[in-house]
């Protein structure tokens, strides 16, 4: 299954509200993830099953979508969220990530 | 918390092997699904492969497959990929994590370069 995100990069000012959106090459119903990867460190899984928030992650984030069509977003940026995001859908093997959004500060 | 600590990673020959280990601690790595996800220097995630709780479901990536085997030792509470006939393509730091509706918990990562 192929995962399309989009856009690659994305330049946002603290405050905005921003979308990111994965597309899958097939149907997956709900099995999808949204994480997060600053420089240097490991990815921090903000969403599961598309639409439920990882314990701990600020309401801030969201996540909607079924099937082919799903969204990250993020409702006012804060400073600390900037950083590269990816979906990975996991309904089947080899489990696929999408190529990335690196968010930047305007 | 859980911890996740992965070693092994360093350089490589092309056509030579690695087994990279990941260690954890404060839950039973027996009871969980497990996978390995890798990075390239500047690029994306790439799922890499999984093994179920019990040991006797495991998947690859095409691009590792007849490659990588993936493994686990209850005794030692470590999860293992042993990796052959490395190229310079498998140059990337490998993560370790629980599997569960997808990576949740990761590891800091260990990097293996493969070069002459």
């Known amino acids: 299954i192929q995962m399309t995100q989009s856009p690659s990069s994305l330049s946002a000012s603290v405050g905005d509200r921003v979308t990111i959106t994965c597309r899958a090459s097939?149907?997956?119903?709900?099995?999808l993830g949204w994480y997060q990867q600053k420089p240097g460190k490991a990815p921090k899984r903000l969403i599961y099953a598309a639409s439920s928030l990882q314990s701990g992650v600020p309401s801030r984030f969201s996540g909607s979508g079924s099937g082919t069509e799903f969204t990250l977003t993020i409702s006012s940026l804060q400073p600390e969220d900037f950083a590269t995001y990816y979906c990975l859908q996991h309904n089947s093997y080899p489990q696929t990530f999408g190529q990335g959004t690196k968010l930047e500060i305007k | 918390e859980v911890q996740l600590v992965e070693s092994g990673g360093g350089l490589a020959q092309p056509g030579g092997s690695l087994r990279l280990s990941c260690a954890a601690s404060?839950?039973?790595?027996?009871?969980?699904?497990m996978s390995w996800v890798r990075q390239a220097p500047g690029k994306g995630l790439e799922w890499v492969s999984v093994i179920s709780g019990s040991g006797d479901y495991t998947n690859y990536a095409d691009s590792v497959k007849g490659r990588f085997t993936i493994s686990r030792d209850s005794s030692k509470n470590t999860l293992y990929l042993q990796m052959n006939s490395l190229g310079a393509d498998d140059t990337a730091v490998y993560y370790c994590?629980?599997?569960?509706?997808?990576?949740?918990?990761w590891g800091q990562g260990t990097l293996v370069s493969v070069s002459s």
């Open positions: 097939q149907g997956i119903r709900n099995d």
């Open positions: 404060r839950l039973t790595l027996s009871s969980y699904a």
């Open positions: 994590a629980i599997q569960n509706s997808g990576p949740v918990d």
